[in-house]
């Protein structure tokens, strides 16, 4: 029940700040203030949703080891968190130094460039599915 216990806790804190910083992000692509709050709130949850990925990864070696699941569907799992990882590295070390640098501009409540949302927009779909598709397939696996 441990290793149960530990990937939902990790999809809670990953997944509510995914949840959070792609909704803001929605809002911002078309209003100074949501592009604003957008900026600021990324500070908050980049880091939540690292904490929760690494928190999903151990849940499932624990679900491995338990034998809840069996090699085979920890490596599917496995690779859906590589795309999540590296995915999250690009908005952590490519997105995220562009939105601090305008914020140290003055820059913080300028609609974002075309150029820059439509990265983000891409970034934020392979979010939303890898960590909605994940989850689905933890409860299809555990449960059924």
Do not use: C
């Not at 997944?15 to 692509?29: K, N, Q, Y």
């Not at 590589?82 to 409540?109: D, H, Q, T, W």
């Not at 609609?111 to 994940?134: A, P, R």
């Amino acid at each position: 029940m441990i290793s149960i216990f530990v990937v939902f806790a990790g999809f809670i804190i990953g997944l509510g700040a995914v949840t959070v910083i792609d909704t803001l992000g929605f809002l911002g692509r078309k209003s100074n203030y949501w592009t604003e709050t957008t900026i600021r709130a990324h500070k908050v949850t980049k880091p939540l949703i690292w904490i929760g990925m690494f928190v999903v990864l151990l849940g499932y070696a624990l679900l491995l080891a338990d034998q809840y699941i069996t090699k085979g569907q920890f490596t599917i799992s496995l690779l859906v968190i590589i795309v999540m990882i590296l995915n999250g590295a690009y908005l952590s070390f490519s997105v995220s130094p562009e939105l601090l640098k305008r914020e140290a501009e003055g820059k913080i409540s300028e609609i974002l460039s075309e150029n820059l949302q439509k990265k983000i927009t891409v970034s934020f779909v392979v979010s939303f599915l890898t960590w909605w598709g994940l989850l689905v397939l933890t409860i299809y696996r555990i449960f059924i």
